[in-house]
């Protein structure tokens, strides 16, 4: 436009007064039509901001999960913060906490720790999410395991030991109530009469988080899985600071044992294992030193602010009652274990490999294998009949019974108690 008018201008100087005033009459019409044009020009660059508002709103929207899921967790809060658990409000004595502005205080110092421990439920929700979508009868077991392994090491982001798997999956059928996972080569197909307890774990920088769950594809076994399930939720409801250890006990065993269930036309009365049961957890340490009962008559011993819990409760139409049995799968070095001298220098190079990736957490010889270690059996049981390491064997009810398992872990915080690990599915 600007060459145009130029050119206009120059012409009316040669040609006198005459063409001046057409000129002037042209002049005004250019004007108007640089009026329009810019009118537009302004219209155009507002929408085209508008149209790269709109993309960059389109951008900020967090990435959707993929089925099968591999967005780790991270991307998909951009915030950085991930989702609380179920809070249940402090009762009776502490109902104090719920507005103690010094309480408050203590939390929002707390809150890098509670935001990781969020973070590894997340993750844990997601997996079995999936998991619990793509399970059918037929499966074999160590494909089970390995889908489930390799979904938890994509959306938690595997690093080393700052985030990662917090113990091998425990997917125990049966009488089995605990503490089987295949080993390498291990041929075990799932069934459709199978009671199958799904016990995994998630941590970020060492907080973990240990919930599990009980699949039956028979309808006959749901009253029993209902027992455990609400046993567990009754066993959390009465958990809270200050609470003894022994009454959370009480409360799940008389739930646990207000059922019974018919299984091939026969009637079992549920019973709760009597030796088996929930934990405090710390970091890097799974069974941090308190057990939470699952049957009156424990400990007199309290529960205090800050700490972690797994509230497990098992069913049972057996004896109540679990022994170890069967190949040992699951290993996990002592936490307190100063240093020993090893004489075997394979045990030595073992012990290297197992501080190395799993320190004071919980691993199994398929997590070994998958290292690249071979022949390793003599070193592990060296490194076991030591001290160094602790095996854990499969915990065992009477052959042909069944157990079912339901956890979740709680966090009891200065002015509430969360059910990190709690999700839509229970």
């Not at 012409?11 to 019409?29: C, P």
């Not at 819990?309 to 100063?338: P, Q, W």
Request: hydrophobic letters at 30%; a negative charge; proline letters at 5%.
């Amino acid at each position: 436009m600007a060459d145009e008018n130029v050119s206009k201008e120059i012409s009316i100087e040669e040609n006198g007064t005459l063409e001046s005033v057409n000129g002037n009459e042209e002049h005004s019409d250019v004007s108007s039509m640089q009026k329009d044009d810019e009118e537009e020009g302004k219209a155009e660059v507002s929408s085209k901001k508008k149209k790269k508002k709109n993309k960059s709103k389109k951008k900020k929207e967090p990435p959707q999960q993929t089925d099968p899921p591999s967005i780790p967790v991270v991307d998909l809060f951009p915030s950085g913060e991930f989702p609380e658990g179920e809070i249940q409000q402090c009762k009776d004595d502490n109902l104090w906490r719920t507005t103690s502005e010094e309480k408050r205080e203590l939390e929002r110092l707390e809150k890098p720790k509670y935001n990781s421990v969020r973070q590894a439920a997340e993750v844990h929700r997601q997996v079995r999410k999936y998991i619990k979508s793509i399970l059918k009868p037929g499966m074999l077991m160590t494909d089970l395991c390995e889908t489930l392994e390799n979904t938890v090491r994509k959306l938690i982001s595997e690093n080393g030991l700052q985030a990662g798997i917090a113990f091998p999956t425990g997917c125990s059928l049966n009488w089995v109530a605990a503490h089987w996972t295949p080993n390498s080569g291990d041929k075990t197909v799932l069934q459709y009469d199978d009671v199958m307890k799904l016990d995994f774990g998630t941590h970020i920088d060492g907080y973990i988080v240990d919930c599990a769950f009980t699949v039956a594809f028979n309808p006959m076994f749901d009253p029993l899985l209902e027992a455990s399930r609400e046993a567990t939720n009754t066993g959390i409801k009465e958990a809270g600071i200050d609470v003894r250890l022994c009454d959370v006990g009480a409360a799940i065993q008389e739930v646990m044992e207000s059922y019974e269930v018919e299984i091939n036309g026969k009637v079992f009365q549920v019973k709760s294992i009597r030796n088996l049961n929930g934990h405090s957890i710390g970091r890097y340490q799974i069974h941090a030193g308190k057990s939470v009962p699952i049957v009156k008559g424990g400990e007199q011993t309290k529960m205090e602010e800050g700490e972690f819990f797994a509230i497990e409760t098992f069913a049972s139409t057996g004896k109540g009652y679990v022994r170890e049995d069967l190949e040992c799968s699951h290993y996990m070095k002592n936490f307190d274990v100063g240093h020993i001298p090893l004489r075997l220098p394979r045990a030595k190079q073992l012990l290297a490999t197992i501080n190395k990736n799993f320190s004071t957490l919980a691993f199994c010889r398929r997590y070994l294998d998958r290292l690249g270690e071979t022949k390793y059996l003599m070193a592990l049981k060296n490194l076991c009949d030591t001290g160094i390491v602790q095996p854990y064997p499969p915990l065992c009810d009477i052959k042909g019974s069944y157990v079912s398992q339901f956890e979740h872990t709680i966090l009891l915080r200065p002015t509430c108690k969360e059910v990190i690990s709690r999700g839509d599915d229970y």
